[in-house]
């Protein structure tokens, strides 16, 4: 589940509003809990808090009722217009790739 070998996609949607630098963290994060054996189901959904600060913003890792969601900061200084929206996305485990795409739960209208 999630190996570091697999390729790394992001859909053309979360793209256009989450930089580049924020998804690759994104699969940082997921690499490095699922070296700790801390990832027990797929997909895992991350959402973002409207909280930062000029070179850091945080968001949750959650993994349904499975384990408890973890927080962690994500170091970013670029422009954070993305946040405040409550947006939530979700990394799926495919056969050869990582695939983050928006949940279904978002309002997309805005896009």
Request: a negative charge.
């Amino acid at each position: 589940m999630y190996e570091a070998t697999k390729r790394r996609h992001v859909s053309d949607q979360v793209a256009a509003v989450f930089p580049e630098e924020v998804t690759n963290q994104l699969f940082d994060v997921i690499n490095l809990m699922n070296k700790s054996k801390q990832l027990v189901t797929a997909p895992v959904a991350f959402a973002f808090s409207d909280d930062h600060t000029d070179n850091e913003l945080y968001a949750m890792l959650i993994q349904g009722n499975l384990a408890p969601a973890q927080e962690f900061p994500l170091t970013y200084e670029g422009d954070k217009d993305f946040l405040g929206h409550g947006y939530i996305l979700i990394a799926k485990d495919n056969p050869k790739a990582i695939y983050i795409d928006f949940s279904k739960a978002n309002d997309l209208s805005e896009l």
